[in-house]
């Protein structure tokens, strides 16, 4: 099993918003980047797990855990006109972009902030930190995963 980082503006598409879903399940729809979709298509797995992360927000941070469970398909909201994802250049008979489903789990027990993240030299390497990383979906190595996870019931660092 692979881990995995996915981050949503929260007033676009919210954990909150997964969690309401019916079955608790949504496409993971609209990423436009071609690292990011090479990670879906190519690495991407049924059964991996994911840390939900908000951005573009007053605090960012992750706030939940998801599962894939759907491998990568087209991304059908690249060839709806209607769509804000629409990519007039992409072909359904050889699709550009991808997308995979993913299933709510639970909530993190608080906010990890992407500012307390930062104290840890535990994490050091984690793509999230990296200055620039502006990707929606990242891997997340397995000592990273645990660590952050221990994080969950312990009082933040540097605050």
Known sequence: MNHWLMKSEPDEFAFEDLAERPGRTEPWSGVRNYQARNMMRDAMKAGDQVFF???NTATPGIVGIAEVVREAYPDHTAFDPDDPHFDPASDPGRP???MVDVKYLRPLARLLTLAELRN?????GLALLRKGNRLSVMPVAQAHWDFILSLEDQAPAGG
């Not at 840890?120 to 050091?124: G, K, S, V, W």
Request: charged share 20%; proline share 9%.
């Open 96 to 98: 550009r972009w991808y």
């Open 120 to 124: 840890y030299p535990e994490l050091a």
């Open 53 to 55: 992360y908000h951005s």
